[in-house]
């Protein structure tokens, strides 16, 4: 499992943000009007996860517009970054008294190490170890395959 942070999250989409739209973003920076979310606060804090895909959560700042950034698309971003994963992104706002919305980021980055094979694409995979003289991993499919067949 990987773990992001914000700065982390920010420097993936700006990367991501410059190279889908071509042109390098002058800054990205969260928004805290959340109008129709407020029933999400709790204790001043407002917390969005994956649920909240539609909620804009950035503005992109470009040379000569300003373009908002959805929930949605920071993970695409994320998804870009690492592919074949499974992602939980969340962002708290603290809107305690003088804090004004301070934000925070954080994502849960998981890959799923063991994928199912089938019989026939584990005995492909034995040949690949034998071709490559790779003892380690012919044990590893063969032990698999064994697993299969009874």
């Not at 992109?60 to 929930?71: G, I």
């Not at 019989?119 to 995979?125: K, N, Q, T, V, Y």
Request: charged share 30%; hydrophobic share 40%.
């Amino acid at each position: 499992m990987i773990r992001l942070g914000t700065q982390d999250i920010v420097d993936i989409a700006m990367k991501q943000i410059a190279g889908i739209f071509k042109m390098e973003p002058l800054e990205l920076r969260f928004v805290n009007d959340f109008q129709g979310e407020k029933y999400l606060l709790t204790n001043d804090k407002l917390h969005l996860s994956n649920k909240q895909y539609w909620a804009k959560v950035m503005e992109c700042v470009f040379e000569d517009q300003v373009r908002p950034v959805l929930m949605c698309e920071v993970l695409y971003f994320l998804r870009n970054e690492f592919l074949e994963s499974e992602i939980q992104l969340n962002f708290s706002y603290d809107f305690a008294e003088g804090v004004e919305g301070e934000a925070e980021a954080s994502a849960e980055i998981c890959f799923n190490d063991s994928p199912e094979l089938t019989r026939s694409e584990i005995a492909e995979l034995i040949d690949v170890a034998l071709s490559m003289q790779d003892k380690q991993w012919f044990d590893e499919l063969t032990d698999k395959y064994k697993q299969l067949s009874v």
